[in-house]
């Protein structure tokens, strides 16, 4: 066996295990009144409820098919969520630099970003805590994924799976718009982006995501859009002489749970961008 292959076999038993250790202490800890709230969402299934959209209450559904009405049952998917949330976000990672010809290359940045992913706090409590960001968390590395897939690795049918992460995403959790935006502006401020709109894969991709968040929109507009004014007042909250305090709020809350780390990054994404050496990393750094 390689020493790459030896770092595969390492790396996978250490996914493993750190997984099984997540559901020993997800079954272990009591449910925190948000979860409970959540459990009673699971118990009661609708395509939309005030605070959030449905799909956490899915996962705690679906947990709680296969592990019981339990801390466990309620928790499950969290962890799962997490584990699979790894093994894409490695593989994207090494089919980006698989491009550059390094096969080491390669192989050491996938094993870093699943490395760097599980070591951010936001990781280590959103797979003890069920929350919407669990699912958002799976759907949003899936999106990623695909767009390596259609970026790098010059695969246009998975349009469609990036317009269905995207949806599903939207079903988990509105800041999805945030990314989506993101990948739009992409779309239409480079080159790539723009020759992508002249085929029909991105426009199918709106298609899937239209359908998917269409029971979401049908529920608000059957209730009087109250999720969507709930969360959308809080951007209506904004004030010129409170957006210091926010920002500063917003920066604290990004380096205690992605690590200081994710400012170095940007800085390295910012140079990738703007040295022109991959397309695809303006949307990344979007």
Same mark, same amino acid.
């Given at each position: 066996?390689?020493?790459?292959?030896?770092?595969?076999?390492?790396?996978?038993?250490?996914?493993?295990?750190?997984?099984?250790?997540?559901?020993?202490?997800?079954?272990?800890?009591?449910?925190?009144?948000?979860?409970?709230?959540?459990?009673?969402?699971?118990?009661?299934?609708?395509?939309?409820? $005030?605070?959030?959209?449905?799909? %956490?209450? *899915?996962?705690? =559904?679906?947990? &709680?098919? #296969?592990?019981?009405?339990? @801390?466990? /049952?309620?928790?499950?998917?969290?962890?799962?969520?997490?584990?699979?949330?790894?093994?894409?976000?490695?593989?994207?990672?090494?089919?980006?630099?698989?491009?550059?010809?390094?096969?080491?290359?390669?192989?050491?940045?996938?094993?870093?970003?699943?490395?760097?992913?599980?070591?951010?706090?936001?990781?280590?409590?959103?797979?003890?805590?069920?929350?919407?960001?669990?699912?958002?968390?799976?759907?949003?590395?899936?999106? $990623?994924?695909?767009?390596?897939? %259609?970026? *790098?690795?010059? =695969?246009?049918? &998975?349009? #469609?799976?990036?317009?269905? @992460?995207? /949806?599903?995403?939207?079903?988990?959790?509105?800041?999805?718009?945030?990314?989506?935006?993101?990948?739009?502006?992409?779309?239409?401020?480079?080159?790539?982006?723009?020759?992508?709109?002249?085929?029909?894969?991105?426009?199918?991709?709106?298609?899937?995501?239209?359908?998917?968040?269409?029971?979401?929109?049908?529920?608000?507009?059957?209730?009087?859009?109250?999720?969507?004014?709930?969360?959308?007042?809080?951007?209506?909250?904004?004030?010129?002489?409170?957006? %210091?305090?926010?920002?500063?709020?917003?920066?604290?809350?990004?380096?205690?749970?992605?690590?200081?780390?994710?400012?170095?990054?940007?800085?390295?994404?910012?140079?990738?961008?703007?040295?022109?050496?991959?397309?695809?990393?303006?949307?990344?750094?979007?």
């Amino acid at each position: 066996m390689g020493r790459q292959a030896r770092l595969w076999v390492y790396w996978g038993g250490g996914l493993v295990v750190l997984t099984l250790l997540r559901l020993v202490l997800a079954a272990s800890l009591p449910l925190s009144p948000d979860e409970a709230y959540y459990r009673i969402w699971a118990l009661a299934p609708a395509s939309g409820y $005030l605070d959030h959209p449905p799909m %956490v209450a *899915v996962w705690v =559904r679906l947990g &709680m098919f #296969l592990a019981g009405d339990t @801390a466990e /049952g309620v928790r499950l998917l969290g962890p799962v969520s997490a584990s699979l949330g790894t093994l894409l976000i490695a593989h994207a990672a090494y089919c980006w630099l698989q491009k550059q010809g390094d096969q080491a290359l390669a192989c050491m940045g996938a094993l870093r970003a699943g490395a760097l992913l599980n070591g951010t706090l936001a990781i280590q409590l959103g797979t003890l805590v069920m929350t919407p960001d669990a699912p958002l968390l799976l759907f949003m590395v899936l999106l $990623l994924w695909a767009l390596v897939q %259609v970026c *790098v690795c010059q =695969r246009p049918r &998975m349009w #469609l799976l990036v317009g269905l @992460a995207a /949806g599903l995403g939207f079903d988990s959790k509105y800041t999805v718009l945030l990314p989506v935006a993101g990948l739009v502006l992409w779309l239409f401020v480079t080159k790539q982006g723009r020759a992508w709109l002249r085929t029909p894969w991105p426009w199918g991709a709106a298609f899937v995501a239209g359908v998917c968040v269409s029971p979401v929109i049908w529920w608000n507009a059957h209730h009087a859009w109250a999720s969507f004014f709930k969360q959308g007042g809080r951007v209506a909250d904004w004030h010129p002489a409170r957006a %210091v305090s926010f920002m500063g709020e917003l920066l604290g809350g990004q380096v205690g749970l992605a690590t200081p780390l994710v400012f170095a990054f940007l800085r390295v994404a910012s140079g990738c961008c703007g040295s022109g050496e991959m397309a695809f990393s303006r949307f990344c750094c979007a």
